[in-house]
């Protein structure tokens, strides 16, 4: 599938508007695929510590594979609400979970205007989602208002200044990372977390750090767009970019090729 004409960075935002929904759902899939992802996924699990009977969200659900494990948790005396701004992410979240017999529930909204009451869930989370919201302070602040009293919430995102690639152009390598990082909407969204946690009244913030190895492939899924951006606006020329990808291209058909985005795990109580 062509990536050229799929902005990976700002196409979270309006899936169902792209003219390849099914690219962001395999997106998805892949990333999940990736160990320290995994890793990442069972860490936030771990941390947010859901109970049976718990009542769960997760915001930005995607394809359900998270909400899935905490229904698995609450089981049939709680309930875990899947919320997405994708009509087509959500469908297919609901393909995957028919059958299983869990407690789940699936709602097509806007992250930013959550359709609960105050204090409806006892743990809410969200993985990677509130760097492409087009507000993450406002999203943020409706996880904590449909939180109880004594409630956790979990947030995982990226730091995308954190990019590293490993080359012998550096300080084409830092435009590039440069242009990347503000190509995402909230691109600083990572570091950002503890404040905006601790000024919406959020106790016991704690942080994790946790690094994300990629593979040439995937980091390019997200570059190829900026790259051409880049390009058209005259920022870096065809020469430079063309000579930069194959000196990657070379060193992972060598086995050297190395990058990593870092990002952190922050999850705080109300109280």
Known sequence: MS????????????VDRTTKPDFFINFIDEASRLPA???????????????????????????GEDIGALAEIVGRSGLAVGVDNSEAMLAEAR?????????????????RRLEFP????????????????????ELLGEMIRVLRLGGRVAVFDFD????????RNRELTRKIVRLAS????????????PAFMKTFGLKNVSILPHTIPISLHFLMLFLEPTLDAAQGAGALSAEQVARWRDELE????????????GGFI???DKS
């Open 3 to 14: 990536i050229k004409t799929t902005d990976v960075a700002q196409g979270f935002q309006r």
């Open 37 to 63: 992802v995994r890793s990442c996924k069972g860490r936030i699990l771990e941390l947010l510590n859901p109970k049976p009977g718990h009542c769960v969200l997760d915001v930005g659900c995607g394809t």
């Open 95 to 111: 393909r995957r979970a028919e059958g299983k017999g869990l407690s789940l529930d699936f709602r097509l909204c806007d992250g």
């Open 118 to 137: 105050d204090g409806n869930f006892d743990r809410c989370r969200a993985e990677r989602t509130l760097m492409h919201a087009y507000d993450a302070w």
């Open 160 to 167: 995308w200044d954190t990019l590293v690639i490993d080359s």
């Open 182 to 193: 503000d190509a995402i909407r909230n691109g600083w969204v990572g570091r950002q977390l």
């Open 250 to 261: 070379v060193a992972d058909r060598m086995g050297s090729f190395f990058a990593a985005l």
């Open 266 to 268: 922050v999850i705080g």
